[in-house]
C-alpha cells in the first residue's frame, strides 16, 4: 500500500511570500498525483493533477507541483501567496482507481 | 457550484442510534463512489468503495455491519452508521468519480 507524508503541518508566512509544500510518498510502481485545496467551511477542490507527461504541472490559482521521480516527491508551489490562499492542501496519491491515500495535510495562514 | 452534495452537514445523534448520510451527484452519473473518514488534524482515511448495483468493498479495518453502503442509484450512495458510539464521531466525506473526482462538503457527526 501506498502512503503519503507531508512535511509540514502548519506554514505562516505573508502576502506576497513564496509558498513551497512539500510531500512525498512510497510505492514503487506507477503513482497518479494530486494535490486538493479546501478553504474553510469548503468542500476539497482539485488544485492540480500529474498523470504523465511533463513532471512540472501547472495548476488553477497559480499553483504548480512538480514531480520528481527520484525522490519520491511532489512539491506544490506559488510563487506571491495572497490572503486568500489560506487554507488546508492535502497531497494525495493513488495507484490504481481512484483510491487516494492522503497526506495528513498542511494548514496554511497567509496573515496580510 | 458544488457537483456532489452531500446531506446532512452535520448531525448529533444518541449512543446506540443509526445515522444515515447521503452523497449525491448533481448533475453526472457516478458508478463509483468513495467514503472517507477525517479526524481532527488528520489526514483522509478511505473506508470504502461504492459501486452501484454491487456491494461496497471495505477497507481493512472497516466494519461493513457497522457501517452500512447502499449504492442504489447512479446518483446517490448511503452510508449509515449504525448503533453509534462516541468513537464513530468524525467527520465523513464521500466522493463522486465522473470525469474527475469530485468531494462532498462533509458530513460532521457528533455522537453523545
Known amino acids: 500500500a501506498q502512503s503519503v507524508s507531508q512535511h509540514n503541518h502548519h506554514v505562516i508566512l505573508s502576502e506576497a511570500a513564496s509558498l513551497e509544500l512539500g510531500c512525498n510518498y512510497s510505492?514503487?510502481?506507477?503513482?497518479?498525483l494530486f494535490w486538493y485545496v479546501q478553504y474553510p467551511g469548503q468542500h476539497l477542490q482539485l488544485l492540480l493533477k500529474y498523470f504523465s507527461g511533463d513532471p512540472l504541472v501547472k495548476g488553477i490559482k497559480g499553483f504548480e507541483a512538480e514531480f520528481i521521480k527520484s525522490k519520491f516527491s511532489f512539491n506544490l508551489r506559488k510563487p506571491s501567496v495572497q490572503w486568500s490562499d489560506t487554507a488546508e492542501y492535502f497531497c494525495?496519491?493513488?495507484?490504481?482507481?481512484?483510491?487516494?491515500?492522503f497526506g495528513a495535510g498542511t494548514t496554511v495562514t497567509v496573515r496580510a | 457550484g458544488a457537483v456532489v452534495s452531500q446531506h446532512p452537514s452535520w448531525v448529533i445523534c444518541k449512543s446506540g442510534t443509526s445515522v444515515k448520510i447521503e452523497c449525491r451527484s448533481l448533475d453526472f452519473q457516478a458508478t463509483t463512489m468513495f467514503w472517507y473518514r477525517q479526524f481532527p488534524k488528520q489526514s483522509l482515511m478511505l473506508m470504502a468503495t461504492s459501486n452501484e448495483g454491487s456491494k461496497a468493498t471495505y477497507e481493512q479495518g472497516v466494519e461493513k455491519d457497522k457501517f452500512l453502503i447502499n449504492h442504489a442509484s447512479l446518483t446517490l450512495s448511503t452510508l449509515t452508521v449504525t448503533s453509534a458510539h462516541p468513537e464513530d464521531s468524525s467527520f465523513y466525506i464521500c466522493s463522486a468519480l465522473g470525469s474527475l473526482l469530485h468531494f462532498g462538503n462533509g458530513t460532521r457527526l457528533t455522537v453523545t
Open positions: 510505492y514503487g510502481g506507477t503513482v497518479n
Open positions: 494525495a496519491v493513488n495507484a490504481r482507481d481512484y483510491k487516494l491515500s
